[in-house]
């Protein structure tokens, strides 16, 4: 396992489609993070897992997105109903128990 | 809330000059911090954290940074960079109290080294 990866890497949608982004961890980590990152500015906690427990949320995380992670090893963000302002990079990371956070390539979403 | 400020989005600076990278938070509780580097086209790497100990913690490619409780700083130093130190580099703070374990970011500053 040579770290975190996502997929897909980019992906293009039209407005109000649905979009779900995958994010498989460091096999061994029990916690998992979401980030979003917008052009100029730092990534933004979007939501943690604690193996499949979904344990903090942001308030950035509208009724539009949702995720999950059933097994506690690979976890899916969806965004339903896309919106322009949705267009951002989404960043995967995973620690052990207060380890380090490690971080994916990233997913770049484009919605026109 | 915690907030991370870095004071410069761009820094360019000649190939062996010294650089610091400034960045300050804002916490009433204690905070583990970080650096984080991102290389073009790459993700996020960590450079260096702070959690506890001695203030003073250094990456093995000669960054380093100092926490100073005081004025709520954790600065990121190098006493001569590189061309391969351009990079895009984010300070991070972490409030461990209560148990949130996420990674509250600032900005970014963009270091450009030119030969």
């Known amino acids: 396992d040579t770290g975190v990866s996502q997929n897909p890497r980019h992906k293009i949608t039209k407005r109000g489609q649905n979009v779900t982004f995958r994010c498989d961890p460091i096999?061994?980590?029990?916690?998992l993070y979401w980030y979003r990152q917008t052009l100029g500015q730092g990534p933004e906690f979007l939501t943690y897992?604690?193996?499949?427990?979904?344990?903090?949320k942001s308030r950035l995380l509208s009724d539009r997105f949702s995720a999950e992670r059933p097994k506690g090893s690979f976890s899916t963000l969806e965004i339903q109903r896309t919106e322009q302002g949705d267009s951002a990079m989404y960043l995967c990371?995973?620690?052990?128990?207060?380890?380090?956070?490690?971080f994916g390539p990233g997913t770049r979403l484009t919605v026109l | 809330a915690q907030s991370v400020t870095q004071l410069d989005s761009q820094v360019p600076v000649f190939e062996e000059a010294p650089v610091e990278l400034r960045c300050n938070y804002s916490?009433?509780?204690?905070?583990?911090l970080f650096w984080y580097v991102q290389y073009p086209n790459q993700g996020l790497q960590l450079l260096l954290k702070?959690?506890?100990?001695?203030?003073l913690v250094e990456s093995i490619n000669g960054f380093e940074a100092e926490f100073n409780k005081s004025q709520t700083s954790f600065h990121l130093r190098k006493p001569s960079v590189h061309i391969s130190d351009t990079a895009e580099y984010f300070c991070?703070?972490?409030?461990?109290?209560?148990?949130?374990?996420?990674?509250?970011f600032g900005k970014g500053t963009k270091l450009t080294v030119n030969p």
């Open positions: 990371a995973s620690s052990a128990a207060w380890g380090e956070q490690f």
């Open positions: 096999s061994e980590h029990n916690r």
């Open positions: 897992f604690q193996n499949e427990a979904q344990l903090e």
């Open positions: 916490s009433s509780v204690s905070v583990y």
């Open positions: 702070y959690l506890s100990g001695s203030t």
């Open positions: 991070a703070v972490r409030m461990p109290q209560g148990g949130s374990e996420k990674l509250v």
